[in-house]
Every structure is written in structure tokens, then in C-alpha cells.
């Protein structure tokens, strides 16, 4: 444990692929695997990486409606085969979840994965300890961007939307976060750019894990860039104002990642 003190905000949600996970290589390889076997071909990588944090029905449906359950099936079947391999803890984040426990924070996960294969890359990389909470695809009707996924883990964890953050690594998240009336922050290390997440509106984007602790467990000991990353934050005091909250639709497609 390192300089803990009062956390920023008493509720912190993350998403998990490209945020929690360094997962962004498995499910890149997953989707152009399927499409290799199913459609004889492969798809831009850009393109993919910005499905990151969608439902993955809803992705494949995109490129050949009519071979969607195809692609799932064939998707899902690598993604748990190589998930040992490809799946890893993004460095120093174990840490960071340990030290928000120990600063009193409430702490869960809202991610569009499956509930098995959430699991599976929280254990593959050693998180489980730091994650009561985990808000999963099966756990809501709809998904990102809505903001329904984050309001459920804010509640499951006790805690208030709009004395919560969410942190993520896409513009969904963010998007999500400001439907939702949390904060939101956007962190440089998973699929979306600094230019994505600030056009999406996140309060604050961070490049590194010891700016997002400094952020996070502001009276913490950082490195000097961590401790000058609190100056961009545009509002990190009580509830954020949100001009137009985002409308839950009445059905969307419930497979994911």
C-alpha cells in the first residue's frame, strides 16, 4: 500500500478490456479469426478496436447478418482457448484496486462481456481479490453506451451515480459515464486516443496507471507528471452536470464480448 489517503470520488467503476485487462490483442485476434474462418477473409483493425466495449452480436452483425451465430461461435471458441496466453493485468493496476479497498472506496466493474468470459480474464489475471462487484452483459437489457451496466454496478456497490466515476478505455464508456451522470475518465493504455475520448467528452484522460492513482487517491505518493494530472480535471466536485442523459432503448442485442 502506497501514500492511500481519502479517495476522490467514494465510488469507482471500471470497464475491463483495455482498462482492468490488457486484453485488446485477444479480442482483435478473436474477431479476425472468426471472420477468417467464416468469411475467408480479415477486417481493419481500426475498425475493430472501436467495437471495443460493444456488444459483440451487434458488432458481427454489422459485417454479414446472416452468418452472425457463424462468427459468435467461432469467435468465442478462440477467445477462451487463447485468453490464457493473451490475457494480462495491465501493469500496476492490482496495486491501484488493492489501495483503493484499503482507502474505503467502493470499487466494481461494468464491462459488455459475458459473464463467463469476464470471469475467466478477472482470474486469468489475478484481479478477483479487488472486484466484489461485476456488472456483466447477462446482468442488464441494455448495454453501452447506455448507461444502464454503470448505474447497476454504482447501486450493486452501495453507492450514488453521481458521486461516482467510471474509467474506461472507450468512447462507449464515456459516452456511458455521461448518460449515466457519473464522472468520467478515459485512460490512454486500451483502444480509444486522447483526441476519441476528449471529442467524447471525458472529464479527464490520463496516459499512465500512476496518473489515474493520483487522480483516483488524490493525497497519494505519485510520479511528478501523476501529480499535476488533478489540474485538467473540468469538475470532480459533487454531481456533474449532463445536459441531455442518454435514453434506454427497449431491446438490444444481449451478447457480448
Not at 44 to 65: N, Y
Not at 131 to 158: F, Q
Not at 186 to 200: D, S, Y
Request: glycine share 8%; proline share 7%.
Amino acid at each position: 500500500m502506497t501514500g492511500v489517503t481519502k479517495p476522490r470520488w467514494p465510488t469507482v467503476v471500471f470497464d475491463l478490456d483495455g482498462t482492468l485487462v490488457d486484453t485488446i490483442e485477444l479480442i482483435v485476434g478473436s474477431y479476425q479469426m472468426a471472420f477468417r474462418t467464416v468469411l475467408g477473409r480479415e477486417e481493419d483493425e481500426d475498425r475493430i478496436r472501436g467495437w471495443i466495449g460493444r456488444p459483440l452480436r451487434a458488432c458481427l452483425e454489422e459485417i454479414e447478418p446472416e452468418r452472425v451465430d457463424e462468427m459468435f461461435a467461432v469467435y468465442v471458441a478462440w477467445n477462451e482457448a487463447n485468453a490464457p496466453r493473451l490475457a494480462r493485468p495491465v501493469p500496476g493496476v492490482a496495486g491501484l484496486l488493492a489501495d483503493l479497498h484499503h482507502a474505503g472506496a467502493r470499487v466494481a466493474v461494468a464491462t459488455s462481456k459475458r459473464a463467463g468470459a469476464a470471469q475467466l480474464v478477472i482470474e486469468l489475471t489475478g484481479l478477483a481479490e479487488w472486484l466484489p462487484v461485476v456488472v456483466t452483459m447477462e446482468d442488464t437489457l441494455v448495454h453501452k453506451p447506455d448507461p444502464a451496466p454503470l448505474r447497476a454496478a454504482v447501486l450493486r456497490a452501495g453507492g450514488v451515480p453521481t458521486e461516482a466515476v467510471y474509467v474506461g478505455d472507450a468512447v462507449v464508456d464515456i459516452e456511458a459515464a455521461r448518460a449515466g451522470y457519473l464522472s468520467s475518465v478515459g485512460v490512454l493504455w486500451g483502444a480509444g486516443t486522447r483526441t476519441q475520448l476528449e471529442n467524447a467528452g471525458a472529464d479527464v484522460v490520463v496516459d499512465t496507471v500512476p496518473s489515474l492513482r493520483q487522480l483516483l487517491l488524490p493525497g497519494g505518493v505519485g510520479s511528478p507528471e501523476s501529480r499535476s494530472v488533478a489540474t485538467t480535471l473540468r469538475s470532480h466536485e459533487g454531481p456533474v452536470e449532463r445536459s441531455q442523459p442518454h435514453r434506454s432503448h427497449s431491446s438490444q442485442d444481449r451478447q457480448a464480448e
